[in-house]
Nanobody, 122 residues
Framework: QVQVVESGGGLVQAGGSLRLSCAAS????????MGWYRQAPGKQRELVAA???????NYGDSVKGRFTIFRDKGKNSVYLHGDSLKPEDTAVYYC????????????????WGQGTQVTVSS
């Protein structure tokens, strides 16, 4: 089993900054990519940012230039830094880990955290 736990979030004023952390643990054999998704009320879950094991990054259009994703492979962790936050950034932010455990390898699965609320006040 692989567990994914997020931390950070909370209430932020518009124009402020965001710092989220995520760590994967358990019977991890390999991790292909880690990333952050978010879901606002009444909307579909969308990509915020993702990073592969090779360091390639991908950002959602709405956060490009404002958010940055980092990864610490040794700690199976990923971090999201956001600046110039807007009220429309308000959402539950979910950490995603795509990889395999010792049982499933080479099959890969998506493992999700339970989410952390980020609220940006205007």
């Amino acid at each position: 089993q692989v567990q994914v736990v997020e931390s950070g979030g909370g209430l932020v004023q518009a124009g402020g900054s965001l710092r989220l952390s995520c760590a994967a643990s358990g019977s991890i054999f390999s991790i292909n990519a880690m990333g952050w998704y978010r879901q606002a009320p009444g909307k579909q879950r969308e990509l915020v940012a993702a990073i592969t094991s090779g360091g390639s990054t991908n950002y959602g259009d709405s956060v490009k230039g404002r958010f940055t994703i980092f990864r610490d492979k040794g700690k199976n962790s990923v971090y999201l830094h956001g600046d110039s936050l807007k009220p429309e950034d308000t959402a539950v932010y979910y950490c995603n880990t795509r990889g395999s455990d010792y049982v499933s390898y080479p099959l890969e699965y998506d493992y999700w955290g339970q989410g952390t609320q980020v609220t940006v006040s205007s």
